[in-house]
């Protein structure tokens, strides 16, 4: 169902190893150089810079070519026309994508993700022109953010883009609205679905703990975490918090009853907890990182939940509490001898985090950031070796 071979993409994340390896002193030049040698892929990669150049450039010429097309072949056409057209475009983004991958080969390149994404645009913009011409409203008229979600799942599971996830569980937002208008309901309906992913993700992922699919799955449940939290904290998904804090809108609490309103209360308190303690049962960083997330939000809309009245002090207060928490758990990770914990360290231990942790570094001047045991340097004239066969098949003297 992949796309992308097996093997094709496990070479690519062993290169990506190898950089980080490199880069903090695991191997030598000469090793990293001998190691890619044996890790050559026929995918085509670029830097992201030139990834998101080329996919934006792919959209607006995908925009103007339909454009022209329009303007050109059917100055004035009817609804139903357009969309069926629009659909006909969508058909021939998502086989132009396929070409560029399987023909190609391109990864990651900018130009099969902005076919991909026209793809899904194309058949969410028109489709209700092909269906619902001629009527206001439809109950059925569902099968518009279904497909659109349907589909960027396929995307998905087929080119591997994480933000077609996310587009997946966005479309998801919009499905309640055309079955109830009980608010209630469309909130649990929301999180009765992601859910159900959550459960299938970690059923899947359970048959990819170690290759390269495992990032995939944990980016997708950190999400599905965050949105689950999210469908329950109303203060949030009403979008109403910032006017809640001006006080420029009533209370959302008029809208949900009571008991329910109440529950959700009691569940964004119960939630980062639980998400935290997943994160760190699986050393998950994208879970870690999405606990974390709902419990910095948990505490914001907290004072919105009770009714208590604001102070623009509030942000500051809690700046000074997670800043507090942040050095605490950096000097009790650093604290041990070995500066482990139970399997978690505040050392950097990979290449590809030096660059945000030097950002970091450089936003936080003041604090003290030499707190991590220095490396212990191993004697000059130590040499691997003695062994017989080395990992992965090499031989003794690798």
């Known amino acids: ?41 026929e995918l085509r990669t670029t830097n992201i810079f030139l990834r998101l150049v080329l996919f934006l450039f792919t959209l607006i010429s995908v925009g103007a070519a339909v454009a022209l097309f329009f303007v050109v072949f059917l100055s004035h056409p009817s609804e139903q026309t357009g969309g069926v057209f629009f659909l006909i475009f969508a058909a021939v983004c998502y086989a132009a994508a396929e070409v560029a991958v399987s023909q190609a080969r391109l990864y990651r390149y900018g130009i099969e993700e902005a076919l991909a994404v026209c793809s899904v645009g194309f058949l969410c913009a028109r489709i209700d022109g092909v269906f619902f011409i001629g ?46 208008s009980s608010h209630t309901a469309q909130h649990l309906i929301v999180a009765g679905f992601y859910a159900t992913g959550l459960i299938a993700i970690a059923v899947v992922r359970s048959r990819h703990r170690f290759d390269y699919l495992d990032e995939t799955y944990s980016l997708a449940e950190a999400l599905l975490w965050l949105g689950i939290y999210l469908a329950f904290n109303l203060k949030i998904s009403s979008l109403d918090l910032t006017a809640q804090w001006s006080g420029g809108i009533p209370d959302t609490s008029a809208l949900f009853p009571r008991p329910f309103y109440w529950t959700t209360w009691v569940i964004i308190w119960c939630l980062p907890p639980l998400v935290l303690a997943q994160g760190f049962r699986k050393k998950d960083r994208f879970v870690i990182v999405v606990g974390a997330i709902v419990a910095v939000l948990t505490l914001v809309s907290n004072k919105p939940y009770l009714g208590w009245p604001r102070h623009t002090w509030d942000p500051m207060l809690l700046g000074i509490v997670l800043t507090a928490v942040a050095i605490f758990l950096r000097r009790w990770l650093a604290g041990d001898p070995n500066g482990i914990r139970h399997g978690f360290t505040a050392a950097r231990l990979s290449g590809k985090d030096k660059h945000w942790m030097n950002v ?39």
């Open 1 to 41: 169902m992949r796309i992308y071979s097996a093997s094709s993409e496990e070479t690519l994340r062993a290169r990506k190893l190898l950089k980080d390896w490199v880069g903090e002193g695991f191997l030598t030049k000469e090793q990293y150089l001998l190691l890619q040698q044996e890790t050559v892929t």
């Open 135 to 180: 009527h206001t409203y439809s109950p059925t008229e569902f099968v518009v953010p279904a497909a659109g979600a349907v589909f960027s799942l396929w995307i998905w599971r087929r080119f591997g883009f994480s933000y077609a996830f996310l587009a997946a569980m966005i479309f998801v937002i919009f499905l309640p609205g055309y079955w109830t």
């Open 360 to 398: 970091g570094a450089t936003l936080l001047g003041p604090l003290p950031h030499n707190i991590t045991p220095a490396p212990q340097s191993s004697p000059d004239d130590f040499r691997f070796g003695g062994g017989q066969t080395g990992g992965g098949g090499a031989g003794g003297h690798f």
